[in-house]
């Protein structure tokens, strides 16, 4: 079964929107080390160089994700998350390919980002290679330790 996700553009107003961050940064200080936990509160994923896309399946919250810029022709995912009850179901894929669709619109030329190497992140891992995203040296503002991983994708 395919679900029938609405992409939308979001303002993080809605309270469901700020629950499913909310819980996606308690998940990331659970599974991360603190110095590694580089998810962004609602606050900053409100700021001018971030959009942020909210995923519904009617009137429920499937999911979100965000694109950074980062500068000329790059820009970076963020908040990558599907709501729990929807885990496994495509809307990972669906908000990756939304976000990939903005960057290409926006006319960037590679999309980059950040998640852990540990288990809790390998679903995540096995999305971004299955779309074409490799992993590359840190970039912006990470460094390269044992905890995270970097990947990027050229458009």
């Given at each position: ?6 992409i939308?553009e ?6 469901a ?7 996606h940064?308690?998940?990331m200080h ?6 590694s936990?580089h998810a962004?509160p609602?606050?900053?994923?409100r ?7 909210s995923?519904w ?8 994700g965000?694109?950074?810029h980062l500068g000329?022709?790059h820009?970076?995912?963020?908040s ?5 009850a929807?885990?496994g ?8 390919l939304?976000l990939l669709?903005?960057?290409?619109a926006?006319?960037?030329v590679?999309?980059s980002?950040e998640?852990g190497?540990p288990?809790?992140f ?7 290679r299955?779309?074409?995203f490799?992993?590359c040296?840190p970039?912006?503002?990470?460094v ?5 991983i970097?990947?990027?994708k050229?458009?």
């Amino acid at each position: 079964m395919t679900l029938a996700l609405t992409i939308v553009e979001d303002d993080l107003a809605a309270p469901a929107v700020l629950e499913l961050l909310q819980f996606h940064l308690d998940e990331m200080h659970q599974w991360s080390p603190p110095e590694s936990v580089h998810a962004m509160p609602a606050e900053r994923l409100r700021q001018s160089d971030v959009t942020f896309f909210s995923a519904w399946d009617g009137e429920t919250l499937a999911g979100c994700g965000a694109i950074k810029h980062l500068g000329e022709g790059h820009g970076e995912l963020k908040s990558m998350r599907a709501a729990p009850a929807y885990r496994g179901k495509g809307v990972g894929k669906a908000i990756l390919l939304r976000l990939l669709e903005e960057a290409r619109a926006r006319g960037y030329v590679r999309v980059s980002l950040e998640t852990g190497r540990p288990e809790p992140f390998h679903p995540a891992h096995g999305l971004y290679r299955a779309h074409g995203f490799a992993e590359c040296p840190p970039f912006g503002d990470y460094v390269s330790d044992d905890f995270s991983i970097c990947m990027t994708k050229d458009l």
